[in-house]
């Protein structure tokens, strides 16, 4: 199976994707030029939003007009009619070289994320965390990360994956950070783990950063298929459209000379599959 072109938005690194059934619409960022996008793919148009720091990662709220934020080195609100941005609190304010990463709402309505080391050396000095209804911020007690990625929920809520992208696997626990185990050593799968999902059948569907694809593991670990991506840096997967039955991914150009993005001509795109599953609706933060 293929990914088409949705959007050629030529993003340095597009990520977190996430579909909103209320609109009906596709959100996502692009990290390094700190923009939120959108996409309406009844309509075909796109919109963009510009954030004072970078955006990592964001969640849905209650409020239609209101998004949570993960910005690089905080925790924000949102209000998409005039991009206000309101400040909850700061993360990792003792460590210069991390910000935000990957993150996602729980099946409770709690914000999870991580934090990822930018120092070249990648030190695992990184956390993850969740954020309460309350707004309270509370550490997981998972090791080390120097790259958060994959966080995603089982369908009944009761498993948390999620990965260090340096360590080539994806790891699983219980909700409460309890009980770390391997979910699926990813060694000799071309590309390393990056953005997850879960689809409505429990299977987890993993981007493959440098890989030009996407995997769907069974919940045994083991690869079930693959959708190839006309792009090498694959970032995340989320599904959506009306019935959720659309696979919408997207990938980057961060690092790559003129020459390969000559090559890589759809590197930063969005793309989208139809896969034959179909997804869950995107948790919304329950503050």
């Excluded at 930018?118 to 997981?140: H, K, M, T, V, W």
């Excluded at 440098?210 to 599904?239: K, N």
Aim: hydrophobic fraction near 40%; proline fraction near 5%; charged fraction near 20%.
């Amino acid at each position: 199976m293929k990914a088409q072109l949705l959007v050629d938005g030529k993003h340095e690194l597009g990520e977190g994707v996430l579909w909103c059934e209320r609109s009906q619409s596709l959100f996502w960022t692009d990290i390094h030029a700190s923009r939120l996008w959108n996409h309406d793919p009844q309509r075909g148009t796109t919109r963009s939003w510009g954030l004072p720091e970078r955006l990592c990662c964001f969640a849905f709220t209650a409020d239609a007009n209101r998004l949570l934020l993960g910005l690089a080195s905080r925790l924000a609100f949102m209000t998409l009619d005039d991009g206000v941005v309101s400040p909850i609190c700061e993360v990792e304010a003792d460590l210069p070289t991390t910000r935000l990463n990957d993150g996602r709402c729980d099946r409770q309505g709690r914000f999870v994320f991580g934090t990822l080391n930018e120092d070249p050396a990648r030190a695992p000095i990184g956390s993850f965390y969740r954020l309460n209804a309350d707004l309270s911020l509370q550490r997981l007690p998972l090791a080390g990360v120097a790259i958060s990625n994959s966080i995603c929920f089982s369908p009944a809520g009761d498993v948390m994956y999620y990965c260090d992208s340096m360590q080539g696997k994806i790891m699983c626990c219980d909700v409460d950070g309890a009980n770390p185990r391997v979910f699926a050593d990813l060694s000799t799968t071309p590309g390393g783990p990056d953005g997850s999902c879960v689809d409505a059948e429990g299977f987890v569907w993993n981007a493959r950063w440098g890989g030009s694809r996407v995997v769907r593991f069974a919940p045994d670990g083991s690869i079930e298929r693959t959708v190839e991506v006309p792009a090498t840096q694959v970032s995340c997967v989320a599904f959506g459209g009306a019935d959720l039955s659309t696979l919408y991914i997207t990938t980057a150009h961060e690092g790559m000379s003129v020459a390969q993005r000559q090559e890589d001509v759809f590197a930063g795109a969005v793309f989208a599959a139809q896969p034959g599953v179909r997804g869950l609706p995107e948790v919304r933060f329950a503050g």
